[in-house]
């Protein structure tokens, strides 16, 4: 229901005529919006779930008829490549570490065992720091937080480029500073995606946006192999400077703020050019609204401020939404089994093949990596055509009439709302069973098949299958986790790398006790591809408890 402001005015008058103390003043505009907020609710609910004010110069029915996002598609792609590019430093930063092991080992006159150490602790705070900054970005806004994570990595690799031998605590304390720089780029990246783009068309940007990320694991190793053999491993940190560096200042010059608590779908003013405004702006020329500074000097009209969110607890995301914290400890499960794979390779393949030099062990690396990034390409094709076919389907049923009719699916997709009651949980995680079948399956092969010592391209393939089915599992999650809290877009990514981190901490501490402890790679991959198959049936306790909680989550927000 919408009140114009000439309705609204025309009752103040009948009700001043009828009064012996009214006055012929008119009713001040603040008092007049009041009564139109509290007559009405139901279009200012309307309002909240795209998170824009009201105004006199837009009802409730044209608000709807926006764009969920000004940019274009081609606009869309570009800031997805740009945050990919970013999100390379938090695998990438972690990867180019390892073929230098030895060497720092060395260096620092301490055991590989100590030197892991840094490994772990990189884990743990590439797990906790996105629950700060992803929290951070959700309420003051993506670029200022992007701009500042990539500005500690580029300072701490100066520091670790210049260490003294004789400080491995320093070491220990600049890895975990690294760590915390690097790691939120993810998810500040996770939550561009969650303010530009649709929810048709989140799962194609969320697999191409991962891709970036995914190339680093393979990459890494040969870009730290081939610094530290000829450079030294001081060279590894230099180039992270300088690359971080660059990427830095691309943020800065060419980002701009798309937190839509902040400038909404892209159009609204800011009240900072410098903190919000790109110095260059390549996207939303002519569309995106300047500061809000620029727009007084023009004689522009400016909308009314903004409310700001207050600062949500990122924990709390885990603690009154089970469906949510499900999934993710379903996707944790699967990337510690992942990275499981990954931190064995140099070992088991050195063990089961002797012939191997460190070259040749740091190639092997490209099978999962190949696999996981040709599998984030895959993914985002697959959830957006899992979307559209689950959206067809609930305009059949619903028919004319009766909720989305087709004029009215496609007028959704233009705004990127959509019904409570649109079945999200399945158009999401229907397929993952399906692939959960070919991971664990790969994974109880792939243990065997180095255990009984058999040529090196099976456990390569085997390798590669476990990299593009866990890719396309984890997107899925993460994409549908985004899809249920695209406001907090950041913070629900930080609580999905909190549980990846940590659980890949663990899991690769304790991966070579398991497998001395099993006799042996074979029995160790079952025991895990078991693991896997017993938490699958998770993925269909949340298809059955996620709407329910969906809808609370909607009354609670008041929507």
């Given at each position: 229901?919408s009140i114009s402001?000439?309705?609204?005015s025309?009752?103040?008058?009948?009700?001043?005529?009828?009064?012996?103390?009214?006055?012929?003043?008119?009713?001040p505009?603040?008092?007049?919006?009041?009564e139109?907020?509290?007559?009405g609710q139901?279009?200012?609910?309307?309002?909240?779930?795209a998170q824009?004010?009201?105004t006199?110069?837009k009802?409730?029915?044209?608000?709807a008829q926006?764009?969920?996002s000004i940019?274009?598609?081609?606009?869309?792609?570009?800031?997805?490549?740009?945050?990919?590019?970013?999100?390379l430093?938090?695998?990438?930063?972690?990867?180019?570490?390892?073929?230098?092991?030895?060497?720092?080992?060395?260096?620092?006159?301490?055991?590989t065992e100590?030197?892991?150490?840094t490994i772990?602790?990189?884990?743990?705070?590439?797990?906790?720091s996105?629950?700060?900054?992803?929290?951070?970005?959700?309420?003051?806004?993506r670029r200022?937080?992007?701009?500042s994570?990539l500005?500690?990595?580029s300072?701490?690799?100066?520091g670790l480029?210049?260490?003294p031998?004789?400080?491995?605590w320093?070491l220990?304390?600049?890895?975990?500073?690294?760590?915390?720089?690097?790691?939120?780029t993810?998810?500040?990246?996770?939550?561009?995606?969650g303010d530009?783009?649709?929810?048709?068309?989140?799962?194609?940007?969320?697999?191409?946006y991962?891709?970036g990320?995914?190339?680093?694991p393979?990459?890494?190793?040969?870009i730290?192999?081939?610094?530290a053999g000829t450079?030294?491993?001081?060279?590894?940190?230099?180039?992270?400077?300088i690359s971080?560096?660059?990427a830095?200042?691309?943020?800065?010059i060419f980002?701009?703020?798309?937190?839509?608590?902040?400038?909404?779908?892209g159009s609204?003013?800011t009240?900072?050019?410098?903190?919000h405004q790109?110095?260059i702006?390549?996207v939303?020329?002519?569309r995106?609204?300047?500061s809000s500074?620029?727009?007084?000097e023009s004689?522009q009209?400016?909308?009314p401020?903004?409310?700001?969110?207050?600062?949500?607890n990122?924990?709390?995301i885990l603690?009154?939404?089970?469906?949510?914290?499900?999934?993710?400890?379903?996707?944790?499960?699967?990337?510690?089994v992942?990275?499981?794979?990954?931190?064995?390779i140099?070992t088991l393949f050195?063990?089961?093949?002797?012939?191997?030099g460190?070259?040749e062990v740091?190639?092997c690396?490209l099978?999962?990596?190949?696999g996981?990034?040709?599998?984030?390409?895959?993914?985002?094709k697959?959830?957006?055509?899992?979307?559209?076919?689950?959206?067809?389907?609930?305009?059949?049923?619903?028919?004319?009439?009766?909720?989305i009719e087709?004029?009215?699916?496609?007028?959704?997709k233009?705004?990127g709302?959509?019904d409570e009651?649109f079945?999200?949980?399945?158009a999401?995680?229907?397929?993952?069973p399906?692939?959960?079948i070919?991971?664990v399956?790969a994974?109880?092969g792939?243990?065997w098949?180095?255990?009984?010592k058999?040529h090196i391209?099976?456990p390569?393939i085997l390798q590669?299958?476990?990299?593009?089915?866990?890719?396309?599992?984890?997107?899925?999650d993460a994409?549908f986790?985004?899809d249920l809290?695209?406001?907090?877009?950041?913070?629900v990514?930080?609580?999905?790398?909190?549980?990846?981190g940590?659980?890949?901490?663990?899991?690769?501490?304790v991966?070579?006790?398991?497998?001395?402890?099993?006799?042996?790679p074979?029995?160790?991959?079952?025991?895990?591809?078991g693991?896997?198959?017993?938490m699958t049936?998770?993925?269909?306790?949340?298809?059955q408890?996620g709407?329910?909680?969906r809808i609370?989550?909607?009354?609670?927000a008041?929507?």
């Open positions: 229901m402001r000439n309705d609204l025309a009752s103040s008058s009948s009700s001043s005529s009828s009064s012996p103390t009214a006055t012929a003043a008119p009713i505009r603040n008092q007049d919006l009041s139109s907020t509290n007559s139901q279009s200012l609910q309307a309002d909240k779930i824009e004010p009201l006199d110069e009802t409730n029915d044209q608000r926006e764009p969920y940019y274009t598609r081609n606009e869309k792609w570009f800031l997805v490549m740009l945050i990919a590019i970013s999100g430093f938090s695998p990438l930063t972690a990867n180019v570490y390892f073929p230098a092991i030895p060497a720092i080992a060395g260096a620092f006159h301490k055991s100590l030197i892991n150490l772990t602790m990189y884990m743990i705070f590439q797990g906790i996105p629950m700060l900054f992803g929290t951070l970005a959700d309420n003051v806004g200022i937080i992007y701009a994570c500005l500690i990595l300072l701490t690799c100066v480029a210049l260490i031998t004789s400080a491995y320093l220990l304390l600049l890895r975990c500073l690294q760590s915390t720089g690097s790691a939120s993810i998810a500040l990246g996770a939550g561009v995606i530009i783009a649709e929810a048709h068309e989140r799962g194609g940007f969320f697999g191409v991962q891709s990320p995914l190339l680093a393979a990459i890494g190793p040969v730290g192999g081939a610094l450079l030294g491993w001081r060279s590894i940190f230099w180039f992270l400077c971080s560096g660059v830095f200042l691309v943020v800065i980002l701009p703020e798309t937190l839509r608590s902040i400038v909404g779908n609204l003013p009240t900072s050019s410098i903190l790109p110095l702006r390549i939303g020329r002519g995106a609204g300047g500074r620029s727009k007084s004689n009209p400016q909308p401020s903004r409310k700001r969110k207050p600062f949500k990122p924990f709390g603690l009154h939404n089970p469906d949510i914290t499900l999934i993710l400890f379903f996707n944790g499960t699967v990337n510690a992942y990275y499981a794979v990954t931190a064995t140099s050195a063990s089961a093949y002797p012939q191997l460190e070259t740091g190639l690396f099978a999962i990596g190949g996981m990034f040709l599998g984030s390409l895959t993914s985002g697959v959830l957006d055509w899992e979307f559209g076919r689950i959206q067809k389907e609930v305009v059949k049923e619903k028919g004319r009439g009766k909720g087709r004029g009215e699916g496609e007028e959704q233009k705004t709302r959509y009651d079945p999200i949980e399945k999401r995680l229907r397929l993952i399906f692939f959960m070919f991971f399956g994974n109880l792939y243990g098949s180095i255990q009984r058999v391209s099976i390569l590669f299958i476990v990299g593009f089915i866990a890719i396309i599992v984890m997107n899925a994409t986790v985004i809290m695209p406001e907090q877009s950041s913070s990514s930080a609580c999905n790398n909190l549980f990846r940590t659980s890949g901490a663990l899991l690769v501490s991966i070579d006790l398991i497998a001395n402890a099993l006799d042996g074979g029995w160790t991959f079952i025991l895990l591809g693991v896997c198959a017993v049936p998770m993925v269909y306790v949340v298809m408890i709407p329910g909680w609370r989550r909607a009354i609670r008041g929507k």
